[in-house]
């Protein structure tokens, strides 16, 4: 889906209208803080998966002394 600047314009002139110049501030101020809370979620998430399929290092083999 491609917006172009018409679209752009025509979604910011219906915003304008149904919440007015007063509210769209906070209403933007609020969508950009929710954006930004759900990248750091997600590149959180995806952080601890790439972690969790990393090959863990083998564990060292214990060395026994033979009995004599």
Same mark, same amino acid.
């Given at each position: 889906?491609?917006? &172009?600047?018409?679209? !752009? !314009?025509?979604?910011?002139?219906?915003?304008?209208?149904?919440?007015?110049?007063?509210?769209?501030?906070?209403? &933007?101020?609020?969508? &950009? %803080?929710?954006?930004?809370?759900?990248?750091?979620?997600?590149?959180?998430? %995806?952080?601890?998966?790439?972690?969790?399929?990393?090959?863990?290092?083998?564990?060292?083999?214990?060395?026994?002394?033979?009995?004599?």
């Amino acid at each position: 889906m491609n917006l &172009g600047f018409p679209e !752009i !314009i025509m979604i910011l002139v219906i915003a304008l209208l149904v919440f007015g110049p007063k509210k769209l501030p906070e209403l &933007g101020k609020s969508l &950009g %803080q929710g954006i930004r809370e759900f990248k750091k979620g997600t590149r959180s998430l %995806q952080d601890d998966l790439s972690d969790s399929l990393k090959d863990p290092e083998p564990a060292p083999v214990p060395v026994t002394e033979k009995a004599s």
